[in-house]
């Protein structure tokens, strides 16, 4: 092989290798978001959506007074701030787009970055969120609650 193939084959070589750097920077930057609550505005989900418009999510017993249930897979969190009386969230943290983990004592939290948010209302109460949780829609008829 000439010295000018061989300088070729180095260029090429690392051209693959920074390509396939850039991409994977690309990819984990996109992940970790920025802090900034932009991501908020892209988390945003709209009434019906995530595909479980009508479904039944829970029994209203199933949803603990002063507490909640996150319903993963509709991405949504059901909570009672008091007897009665539900109300629907984006599971989404408005902080960086992870997923809620829990609600005790009406109040939401994030396992990221310990944002809380308040049951009732889904504004934020503690950590680095600054946006509340998008609202959901639900329906309650007897004692099943759907998500409309």
């Known amino acids: 092989m000439s010295a000018a193939q061989e300088r070729r084959a180095l260029l090429e070589r690392r ?4 390509a396939v750097g850039a991409a994977g920077a690309a990819a984990a930057l996109t992940a970790c978001g920025g802090s ?6 892209e988390s945003v989900e709209q009434p019906g959506s995530g595909g479980a ?10 949803i603990p007074e002063g507490g909640g ?6 991405k949504v969190v059901v909570t009672q701030p008091s007897a009665g009386e539900f109300k629907a969230f984006s599971a989404t943290c408005t902080h960086q787009g992870c997923a809620v983990k829990d609600v005790v004592d009406n109040v939401i939290t994030c396992p990221c970055h310990n944002s809380t948010f308040d049951a009732a209302t ?3 109460t ?8 998008p609202t959901r829609e639900i329906s ?9």
């Not at 249930?69 to 509709?74: G, M, N, P």
């Not at 503690?126 to 949780?133: D, H, N, R, S, Y």
Request: avoid cysteine; proline fraction near 7%; charged fraction near 10%.
């Open 69 to 74: 249930v996150v319903f993963a897979a509709q």
């Open 36 to 41: 900034d609550g932009s991501r908020g505005a």
């Open 140 to 148: 309650v008829a007897g004692d099943s609650i759907t998500l409309a």
């Open 53 to 62: 418009g009508g479904a039944v999510l829970a029994k209203t017993a199933d």
């Open 15 to 18: 051209t693959v290798v920074l």
């Open 122 to 124: 889904g504004s934020p």
């Open 126 to 133: 503690g950590g680095p969120a600054t946006q509340p949780l």
